[in-house]
Structures are given as structure tokens and as C-alpha cells.
Nanobody, 121 residues
Framework: QVQLVESGGGLVQAGGSLRLSCAAS????????MGWYRQGPGKTRDLVAH???????NYADSVKGRFTISRDSPKNTVYLQMNSLKPEDTAVYYC????????WGLGFNSWGQGTQVTVSS
């Protein structure tokens, strides 16, 4: 079993900043992918940013230059620093972690519980 615990969401005014955290725990042998997705009201869940095991990153065009994804590998934790927030960034943010479990070398693909980010205009 691999569990993810998210934190850091909340209400912020446009132009403000928030930092999301997602800590993975459990039967983890290795992690090869950590990402953040978001789902706005009535919308699909879309990729915001992800970071690979080699540190390479990828961002949605809508957040480039404003959001930064990073990871603390020893702590199995991924962060999303969100600056210059806009009302259209309002959504539930989910972390996604993929890797290999210690038991039997099976892969895992786990999702966090989601954290609400609301940006007021």
C-alpha cells in the first residue's frame, strides 16, 4: 500500500501565492513520477506539472512561469509552488505518484485526496 497526504490548499486573493505539499508513504521501493493535476468545477482533471526521477519537469502552458514543481526525494515529497495566482486557477488539486513497491516489485499509481485552491478576484 502507498498512501499520499496532501496539504497547503486554501483561499487566496488574485496575485497571491500558495505552496502545496504531497508526502508519499508505505511500501515504496522507488518513485519515477510525481505530478500535480487539477479539476475545476464541471471540468476534467488535467495535468498541471510533473517531475521525473531525473529531475526533468513539464508544465501546462497555463501555469508556465508562475508555478514551480519540486521534490524532496529522501522524504518522498513533492511540492507545487504557485505564484501570481489567478481566479481561473481555482480547482481541486491532486497529487499523483508512480513507482515500484517493495513487495514483489509491483508498480503503483497512487492519488492524493485532493486539496481545494480558491483564488478570489
Amino acid at each position: 500500500q502507498v498512501q499520499l497526504v496532501e496539504s497547503g490548499g486554501g483561499l487566496v486573493q488574485a496575485g497571491g501565492s500558495l505552496r502545496l505539499s504531497c508526502a508519499a508513504s508505505g511500501s515504496i521501493a522507488s518513485i519515477n513520477y510525481m505530478g500535480w493535476y487539477r479539476q475545476g468545477p464541471g471540468k476534467t482533471r488535467d495535468l498541471v506539472a510533473h517531475i521525473a526521477s531525473d529531475g526533468s519537469t513539464n508544465y501546462a502552458d497555463s501555469v508556465k512561469g508562475r508555478f514551480t514543481i519540486s521534490r524532496d526525494s529522501p522524504k518522498n515529497t513533492v511540492y507545487l509552488q504557485m505564484n501570481s495566482l489567478k481566479p481561473e486557477d481555482t480547482a481541486v488539486y491532486y497529487c499523483n505518484v508512480r513507482g515500484i513497491r517493495t513487495d514483489w516489485g509491483l508498480g503503483f499509481n497512487s492519488w492524493g485526496q485532493g486539496t481545494q485552491v480558491t483564488v478570489s478576484s
